[in-house]
């Protein structure tokens, strides 16, 4: 915090970290700060899961273990964030948990009026897979069609489950046909585990995506992987679509639709660390279900990965504002 005024009620040296209301990392709240950047947005919606319900209190749980965050400065991108760019804890959309169509539409409505007229970026927490197809929906109609740098176990381009052809397994397919993705630039990151048929690959190959699965990582190692992504995406904007089971059960229990063999989170954090500079135009983190977590794994993992990912954001250019009121510790 250089210049400008602390919000007391964010700086941990006032106030520790594990008190006071708790916005994401103890960023401010949208209402506090008359413009922004970049928004957290937390869905609390898991209408779409196919396996166990829970994600519906990602949001709140993610949100609880990012308390533990010390936002001021990222080491490892020698950087600090809040002070490049404005960023805000939008809270939470209200949206019915009744009904997949009506739920997409209030998401898709918030996103949209949270984004406004500007450049204003949002960064998602889940809330089950369902909840990037409303959010690439807005970010096509500011940014075209986008590359998916989609990590996880799953590659959710199925067609439809039990007719229901919005779901947390099916919203890239529906992506893919509603042109929200640039073609031939996607690609999915940790998949590993059953699927339903040999065709289920052969159906995601035609929409455009490559593959790198999580055994493919052990063969081509950090670099290899970036380097693959990197080609792939191009000069696109990007969107990240993080689902937490992209790593192991391990490192990531408190989930919907676990799969054993996935990245490990150090993995998870190098290849994320290594997208720097791409044009980053949204992410989400999604699929944190806390009910089955323990000692705050997954929550922790996810805060901490949708930190990254707002810091990705920060450095991917976007207008440097006059200054931006930041946690302070
Ligand atoms: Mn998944
Ligand atoms: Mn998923």
Redesign the pocket.
């Known amino acids: 915090m250089s210049e400008h005024t602390p919000i007391g009620a964010l700086d941990a040296t006032v106030i520790p970290r594990f008190a006071g209301l708790g916005t994401f990392a103890r960023i401010p709240d949208i209402g506090a700060v008359p413009d922004y950047d970049i928004a957290v947005l937390g869905v609390p919606f898991d209408g779409g899961t196919s396996y166990r319900p829970g994600a519906r209190f990602g949001p709140m749980g993610i949100r609880q273990a990012s308390r533990h965050l010390r936002p001021k400065f990222h080491v490892e991108f020698d950087t600090a964030p809040l002070e490049q760019l404005q960023v805000v804890d939008a809270g939470d959309v209200p949206c019915t948990p009744y009904g997949i169509d009506e739920a997409v539409k209030q998401i898709e409505g918030f996103a949209r009026e949270v984004v406004g007229s500007g450049d204003r970026r949002i960064v998602t927490l889940g809330g089950?897979?369902t909840v990037a197809l409303p959010m690439l929906r807005v970010a096509r109609e500011k940014y075209g069609p986008v590359a998916l740098i989609?990590f996880?176990?799953?590659l959710?381009t199925w067609d439809t489950y039990f007719n229901a052809p919005i779901t947390?397994?099916t919203?890239f397919r529906r992506a893919f046909e509603e042109g929200l993705l640039a073609e031939d630039q996607s690609i999915h990151l940790g998949i590993r585990g059953p699927i339903y048929d040999k065709l289920d690959l052969v159906d995601d190959a035609t929409f455009g995506f490559r593959i790198i699965r999580a055994g493919d990582l052990d063969v081509l190692g950090i670099d290899g992987a970036v380097d693959i992504v990197r080609r792939r995406v191009g000069d696109a904007p990007v969107y990240i679509?993080i689902?937490i089971?992209v790593l192991d059960p391990a490192f990531a229990p408190g989930t919907g639709?676990p799969e054993m063999g996935g990245f490990n989170s150090r993995e998870l954090l190098h290849l994320l660390r290594r997208l720097d500079g791409l044009n980053i135009v949204g992410g989400d983190v999604?699929?944190v279900a806390p009910a089955y977590d323990h000692a705050e794994i997954t929550c922790v993992a996810a805060a901490t990965v949708a930190f990254d990912l707002i810091t990705l954001m920060t450095k991917a250019g976007a207008h440097q504002p006059a200054e931006a009121v930041g946690a302070s510790a």
């Open positions: 089950d897979h989609h996880d176990a799953h959710d947390h397994g919203v679509s689902d089971d639709t999604v699929e």
